[in-house]
């Protein structure tokens, strides 16, 4: 290894433990609720405010025609959050997904299940 590419992984690892710390700030969070269900947070937008969802444990255990309610209200709006069945299968099975929810106040928010 030169000295050139010697800098050019360095500076590379620098970025990589610069950004890293970042990224996980903008990542959801998720935490179990009362009664066996998860509330997850939006992750951040452009408007800086989130929202929480709370999925109840039940719309996992039986997934068959999905899912679909209502964000937490912030800043006087809502959101709403569809999960159709093979979502909620996959998050059950351990995946993780994201979705997009409704338009409001002009703007939508991601959350990651």
């Known amino acids: 290894m030169d000295r050139r590419e010697l800098l050019e992984r360095a500076a590379k690892n620098f970025l990589l433990l ?5 990224l996980a700030k903008c990542s959801s ?4 609720a009362a009664g066996g ?4 947070t939006s992750l951040p937008d452009g408007n800086g ?5 709370l999925l ?3 719309a996992l255990q039986s997934p068959a025609g999905g899912y679909s309610n209502s964000t937490s209200t912030t800043n006087a709006h809502s959101h709403v959050v ?4 093979a979502d909620l299968s996959a998050i059950a099975g351990g995946s993780t997904i994201s979705k997009v ?13």
């Open 101 to 113: 929810t409704s338009v409001a106040s002009g703007h939508s928010h991601t959350f990651s299940f």
């Open 56 to 58: 109840p444990a039940t």
């Open 18 to 22: 610069a950004v890293a710390p970042l």
């Open 82 to 85: 569809t999960l159709a069945s």
């Open 37 to 40: 269900g998860t509330t997850y």
């Open 49 to 53: 405010h989130n929202h929480t969802f």
């Open 29 to 32: 969070s998720n935490t179990v």
